[in-house]
């Protein structure tokens, strides 16, 4: 089977990680990868947990499900820690991000024996997004943080990829393409663990 990086994104309604999981399959494809990208609701109402999933891989990928062994967590919510198993089946050496402004050390001793043989990072998307697009939409920061951790796309093509999508989606708000693209660098710089 081809390697075939997976990604689990848990999150509640209106935080982003739907537009996180399709940016990131569209970033992905456009350097030419295979890639899949798609949302899991339950009650579609702003905050509600929901979840969203990634398949990225340089070969053709075969499996149409949800993602069952994720490589990397992203979790925009740290509330939903404790609520719900945000490492259920992740493979040993996988990486947990979490959105925080807590020490990695901390959110691993939240996370409890969950996290053993686990990566735990934490970068505070919250405040990065607050501070660079206006609000509390922690999905770019985020998507910065695992390019960090995970590597599977060179920095400079992943933010161009992403800049061109974003002026085609903010056509009419520059300032909005720019704040998203410095929600990226800084969660790309300022990722722990």
Request: hydrophobic share 40%.
């Amino acid at each position: 089977m081809a390697a075939v990086t997976e990604i689990r994104w848990h999150s509640r309604g209106g935080q982003g990680a739907k537009t996180a999981a399709t940016l990131l399959a569209e970033a992905a494809s456009s350097a030419g990868m295979y890639v899949q990208g798609f949302p899991e609701y339950g009650p579609e109402r702003m905050g509600a947990p929901m979840l969203a999933f990634n398949r990225l891989s340089k070969d053709p990928i075969y499996v149409h499900s949800h993602v069952e062994e994720p490589g990397f967590v992203m979790v925009l919510d740290p509330s939903l820690i404790g609520k719900v198993d945000v490492t259920d089946g992740m493979r040993d050496g996988g990486a947990v991000i979490v959105n925080t402004g807590n020490a990695p050390r901390e959110m691993a001793a939240l996370l409890g024996d969950g996290c053993c043989g686990l990566k735990v990072y934490t970068v505070d998307a919250s405040k990065i997004a607050t501070e660079t697009i206006g609000r509390d939409i922690p999905n770019t920061p985020m998507m910065g943080a695992l390019l960090k951790v995970s590597g599977f796309m060179a920095y400079d093509e992943f933010v161009g990829i992403i800049r061109e999508q974003l002026e085609h989606k903010f056509s009419s708000r520059p300032e909005a393409v720019e704040g998203n693209i410095k929600a990226i660098e800084r969660g790309y710089r300022e990722v722990r663990g």
